[in-house]
């Protein structure tokens, strides 16, 4: 499959008072198209800044932005707003968190699907609204063209969430964004989500970037996985392989906090201790050398870059190894 989206050494710094806070570090990644990839991490750890970055949504300034972020060969990076609006829609659709706040609550749902048809597009009214009706039964909204004239409030935070998706739809984009779609949902709503996104991307060809903190909701979904902490990507690869054989104290963590329906009932889930970084105080080492118990003394003087520890599969580790044999 061709590349669709290059992402290299992307970094994002907002200014905090007298120091900087730097909340994307060095992020490099690639999407092939129709590949629907998840980038994983606890909250504060850069998913959202980042993805906002690749839809040149950051706002600049405050925010300085550097690194490349190439999109069907083109580079983004340095695109003034009127040539990314273009890009925004028809090329990359967005899936903001937030289902219950994203939407206009003074628009009408048909208001909100066609208007940026009309401009992206050249739609005619008609036009707009036979395509939204058909936007919305897809993603499973009954009576459909009642539903257009229905606002917000009229939706749950699941229906809310699969008007979004149906929004992103609408310009038949050939990327779409998805910043923690599940966030407020209950499981039940979270597990249909991500199953209608797949489906979607599978159907229509469309590439899909899925970030979440819930590692084991990506498990069924996710062709490769990005796991970050601190602003970096720490472990990178297939979901099969992270999943089987972790090689970063982090991910392993992660996947030890997750229930599982093989374990015993009675037993107790593994938090991991401590607190995430000050990421405008990070030291020399490594960012999770605190919380890790694996650390050792060169972990706390140099900080691991993300290199190959086995095939497709990478890590930003001194000890790879010992941690995916404690796995």
Known sequence: MARLLEIEDLRVRFPAGDAVVQAVDGVSYAVDEGETVAVVGESG?????????????????????????????????????????????????????????????????????????????????????????????????????????QYPHHFSGGMRQRVMIAMALACHPRLIVADEPTTALDVTIQAQILKLMKELTRDLGVALVVITHNLGLVARYADRVNVMYAGRIVEQGTAADIFARPQHPYTRGLLASV????????????????????????GAGCAYRPRCGFAVDVCRRVRPDLEAAAPNHAAACHRPGTVAAAA
């Open 45 to 149: 750890c850069g998913k959202s800044v980042h993805a906002l970055a690749i839809t040149g949504l950051v706002p600049r300034p405050p925010a300085t932005v550097e690194g490349s972020i190439r999109f069907a060969g083109q580079e983004l990076a340095g695109l003034d707003e009127a040539a990314l609006r273009r890009i925004r829609g028809p090329g990359i659709g967005m899936v903001f968190q937030e289902p219950m706040t994203s939407l206009n609550p003074l628009m009408t749902i048909g208001r909100q699907l066609t208007e940026h048809m009309r401009t992206h597009l050249g739609l005619t009214r008609r036009q707009a609204v036979d395509r939204a009706v058909e936007l919305l039964g897809r993603v499973g909204i009954g009576d459909p063209t009642a539903r257009l004239a």
């Open 259 to 282: 229930p599982r329906l093989d374990r015993p009932r009675a037993e107790r889930l593994v938090p991991i201790e401590g607190q995430p970084p000050d990421l405008s105080r990070l």
